[in-house]
């Protein structure tokens, strides 16, 4: 079942039919030649093969009356730095924007909120919905580190080069309320991994305390004001492969400890 009433009947339209919604007519017929899929494979994403998954496997399960944290995750995703014409930063269409269009065009959704906790500003993210009250970007993320320029969002809070938990928390804190204020009817967290110590493309300095403490305060967050929340892992790049599998593990432990 899913975690949004309704939500699993976009299911069926997630592909080349839904990608305009985000994306313009031209890139998308780009995207699906063939020349294209070959020439960009472990460039501008991961691969194709897990960058369609990720647009059309959104909603493994939750009851229509919804658990203390009502939430689904994908086990990748979080294309935050694709352009409606162009992608970007390991980024070839931006999934998340294209699921919000989706869901508000079949009247699943009126208002969404993204949080986005990866260590790069999501500037495809925060172009495409500038302007649009209905969806609320909010961004934080290390501020002298890639894209430059940096499109503003909603709410961007740019934290210093080696900013630790503690203010990174404390700053995460304080912004959750002006998210919560937009009332979103669902929660895109993008729940990157890279402000990771020992991430090699971040420049901040959370420990796997502090990232699990940042899920907690965003789940929390969420199940106070019940809003369904739609999670996917964005970026991590640590010297251990290892060390960023453990932390997007946790970003899921917690959502199921405040789930149950």
């Known amino acids: 079942m899913c975690a949004i009433p309704g939500a699993c009947s976009t299911q069926a339209h997630a592909g080349r039919s839904v990608l ?134 909603s709410l961007d809070v740019g934290l210093p080069d080696g900013a630790d938990d503690h203010e990174y928390l404390r700053a995460l804190e304080l912004a959750l309320p002006a998210v919560l204020a937009s009332r979103p009817d669902v929660l895109f967290y993008v729940a990157g991994a890279d402000p990771f110590f020992e991430d090699q493309l971040g420049g901040l300095n959370l420990t796997f305390e502090g990232l699990r403490g940042r899920d907690d305060l965003v789940f929390s967050a969420a199940r106070g004001a019940r809003i369904p929340v739609v999670i996917v892992l964005a970026g991590g790049y640590a010297r251990r492969v290892e060390d960023t599998a453990a932390i997007h593990i946790a970003t899921i432990e917690e959502a199921l400890r405040l789930g149950a």
């Not at 070959?38 to 647009?55: E, H, L, N, P």
């Not at 998340?96 to 949080?115: E, F, N, S």
Request: hydrophobic share 40%; proline share 7%.
């Open 20 to 153: 305009p919604l985000a994306r313009s007519w031209l890139a998308v017929n780009i995207i699906y030649s063939d020349r294209y899929q070959r020439s960009t494979s472990g460039r501008t994403c991961s691969t194709w093969a897990s960058t369609r998954w990720s647009a059309t496997a959104w909603w493994p399960g939750a009851s229509p009356a919804p658990p203390p944290l009502a939430a689904a995750a994908n086990l990748g995703g979080g294309f935050h730095h694709a352009f409606p014409s162009h992608g970007e930063g390991f980024c070839l269409y931006n999934d998340v924007a294209v699921a919000i269009r989706v869901l508000q065009r079949d009247g699943v959704i009126t208002r969404a909120a993204i949080v986005d906790a990866d260590v790069h500003q999501g500037n495809g993210t925060a172009f495409i919905f500038d302007g649009d009250a209905s969806v609320f970007t909010f961004s934080i993320h290390q501020e002298h580190n890639y894209p430059h320029p940096k499109p503003r969002g």
